[in-house]
């Protein structure tokens, strides 16, 4: 399969989305660690505002993504991520949130959708895996941030279902991209996660190895969580995976686990045009 995530600006890549754009335009991607203001750890284009980067530098880096895209800081609605599994729904009126100031998003939330126009929705990343929703022919988007806790959650399966149960979409109408995020190569993981991996995962078509003679495992975050949006029902087709590796492209990206937790933060981001 090709890569669905493409290099477009210095600052992000771009989801592929082809034959989509005629029924319902969507712009949505993830972004660089480049082309930014803030010093070291977070050189340069940190995104995240509660990493102890100075908050002028991260909000001017937030700006220059805004504009890169084509729109301003003030249409974009940010959260206050716990690695949980509550989804928000969002519209126009909340544009702006967290944009600045992190307590004024939507708190306690790692998923969020609309049905609005010129709303962006934007999540923060290092490692963890972002997961982009929509439907086209249905103006609906959404995004949830997905660690180790969140993808055991199911916080990407439960957009889809909600999508089904509160919104009416059929799930083969349903299209997933899985983004860049720290792949098996480089998650290394204990017993203790595996444990809770173990109570929701697929046992044909597990998503980790056990490393040799170590009480180790590498784990695989985008196969659990596509496995765990199959079981909603929708086709496996639907479902698209990025090859990038945060931690093998720290060039390219900020990764928590490569950089010992001394980092910035990615942006993924989803709109309806
Ligand atoms: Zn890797």
């Not at 944009?99 to 004024?104: E, H």
């Not at 708190?107 to 609309?114: A, H, S």
């Amino acid at each position: 399969m090709a890569e669905p995530f493409q290099l477009k600006h210095e600052t992000f890549f771009d989801i592929q989305m082809k034959s989509d754009v005629a029924h319902n335009p969507v712009v949505a991607g993830f972004s660089t660690r480049h082309g930014g203001f803030s010093d070291k750890p977070f050189q340069s284009l940190n995104l995240g505002l509660h990493v102890n980067d100075n908050p002028n530098d991260v909000v001017r880096n937030r700006i220059k993504l805004a504009e890169a895209l084509g729109t301003t800081l003030d249409q974009w609605v940010f959260a206050e991520q716990v690695h949980g599994k509550e989804i928000q729904k969002v519209s126009a009126g909340d544009r702006g949130k967290g944009s600045t100031i992190m307590k004024t998003g939507m708190i306690g939330k790692d998923g969020l959708y609309t049905k609005d126009r010129d709303t962006v929705l934007a999540l923060a990343f290092a490692d963890c895996v972002p997961v982009f929703f929509s439907a086209p022919g249905h103006s609906i988007v959404g995004i949830v941030h997905a660690g180790w806790k969140g993808s055991v959650l199911g916080i990407a399966r439960d957009m889809v279902e909600l999508w089904k149960q509160d919104e009416g979409i059929p799930v083969e109408d349903i299209k997933v991209w899985i983004g860049p995020s720290i792949q098996q190569c480089c998650y290394e993981v204990d017993e203790r996660v595996i444990s809770n991996v173990d109570k929701v995962a697929d046992s044909r078509y597990s998503p980790y190895t056990r490393k040799d003679s170590e009480d180790k495992f590498m784990l695989s975050l985008q196969r659990l969580n596509q496995q765990l949006i199959l079981q909603t029902g929708i086709p496996e087709k639907n479902i698209q995976v990025s090859d990038h590796c945060t931690s093998c492209e720290v060039s390219t990206f900020f990764s928590h686990r490569k950089e010992k937790g001394q980092t910035g933060r990615m942006l993924g981001f989803i709109k309806l045009l």
